[in-house]
């Protein structure tokens, strides 16, 4: 796995944050352009430009004054990501990923999280056709289409790296997903202390494959539906305790799995606090404190965080072709990662101790403000408009 060599001076730059960043992504990526006018360097800038600006290529082509035009850079992006390069956008986009992993995170057992990322969709699209990526889902931010990805997500203090991403098909189902994702963090060579999963994992094939092929212990979060009965049943009580539920399916059988009930409250609006109970399915975890068991799964949201992180160095777009747009998620987790991986080389804290860096020193919001002096230095922006030579009108 190729390291890139960080810039020579001992401090954070905007020159050299991104020299360090456009290394890493024409490395791993197979995007290229040979114009006269748009050549590989050009195709990138405005990539990143547009994910620091999370804008569209449209707009950054307008915005840069020596910037190439938009339409011939989506000609070369369209040419070059069909529906079958998704695979591949995968494999580099995982690649990138596990670039900016320090090697001392292999040295003992790591808590993982696994998650699902959905990007709303709000054009049309055939269920029927194979090579359509749109997945259904629950009504959210006005559309139920969505491009989805799946994500594994180290969790151990300042060290929050992606490690791995999976692009989902509707045909897609949760085991194989998780599968790919867990083969791929046995890949990179890190050992597992416990995964965490939240509800929408929680299926009878999804934990017999746990409970049977995989050797680490895991925590799942189980939906709590319906009124009476069920997991509902269980929730009763002022104290936690343990026990075991059998879940049923007509498709999948019954399945006995040792359960935690955690009891919890809540804030009402007016003040008063309600009970609720939570139920986490245990896997190889028969001495975990319940205590410790709300307390770990807890941990599991720091996933969301790098959701949140996407979305700030995401590009947009509105093409139909799903390429692009599995592109754009690529791009923001691997510029996330590359934040990250800034912090470690630059601002690691002294002392004795756990390894620690200033991470508030340096936000990714300005690192995003570095890439964009930079390009902005490079192509020269718009500041005057000039007139259409017609006469203007009289009010």
Not at 43 to 51: F, G, N, P, T, Y
Not at 83 to 91: A, F, P, Y
Not at 134 to 154: K, L, P, S
Request: charged share 25%.
């Amino acid at each position: 796995m190729p390291k890139f060599a960080p810039p020579q001076s001992d401090k954070l730059t905007d020159r050299g944050t991104w020299d360090f960043t456009i290394a890493v992504l024409e490395h791993y990526f197979d995007l290229s352009a040979d114009g006269t006018l748009c050549q590989t360097s050009d195709l990138w800038r405005v990539l990143v430009q547009a994910a620091a600006r999370r804008s569209t290529i449209e707009t950054v082509c307008t915005d840069l004054a020596e910037a190439p035009d938009s339409n011939t850079v989506r000609g070369y992006l369209k040419d070059q990501l069909p529906v079958t390069t998704i695979r591949g956008l995968q494999h580099d986009g995982n690649r990138a990923l596990a670039s900016q992993l320090p090697a001392w995170l292999r040295e003992a057992p790591r808590e993982i999280a696994i998650d699902l990322h959905d990007e709303p969709y709000y054009g049309q699209a055939d269920p029927d056709d194979p090579d359509c990526w749109v997945c259904r889902g629950e009504a959210r931010a006005g559309t139920t289409r969505f491009y989805r990805c799946a994500t594994a997500y180290v969790l151990h203090r300042d060290v929050r790296f992606t490690l791995a991403v999976v692009f989902v098909h509707p045909d897609n189902d949760l085991r194989w997903i998780v599968q790919q994702l867990c083969r791929r963090v046995k890949t990179l060579q890190i050992p597992v202390k416990c995964w965490f999963l939240d509800k929408g994992f929680c299926s009878i094939p999804l934990i017999r494959w746990f409970d049977a092929q995989c050797q680490s212990p895991a925590l799942i979060a189980a939906p709590i539906r319906g009124k009476t009965g069920g997991l509902r049943a269980l929730c009763t009580g002022r104290r936690s305790y343990r026990t075991t539920h059998t879940f049923r399916s007509a498709d999948y059988g019954e399945l006995t799995v040792p359960v935690a009930v955690g009891r919890t409250f809540r804030r009402r609006r007016d003040g008063s606090r309600q009970a609720e109970g939570l139920v986490y399915v245990l896997i190889r975890l028969p001495h975990l404190p319940l205590r410790q068991v709300r307390k770990r799964y807890r941990r599991r949201f720091g996933i969301e965080s790098s959701y949140r992180l996407l979305e700030q160095v995401r590009g947009r777009t509105t093409v139909r072709y799903p390429a692009l747009r599995f592109l754009w998620m690529a791009i923001a987790l691997i510029l996330g990662n590359i934040w990250i991986a800034l912090h470690w080389r630059y601002l690691r804290r002294r002392g004795s101790g756990p390894r620690r860096v200033a991470r508030w020193h340096f936000t990714l919001a300005q690192l995003a403000q570095f890439w964009r002096r930079v390009i902005e230095h490079i192509y020269g922006v718009i500041s005057v408009i000039d007139p259409p030579d017609v006469k203007p009108a009289v009010l």
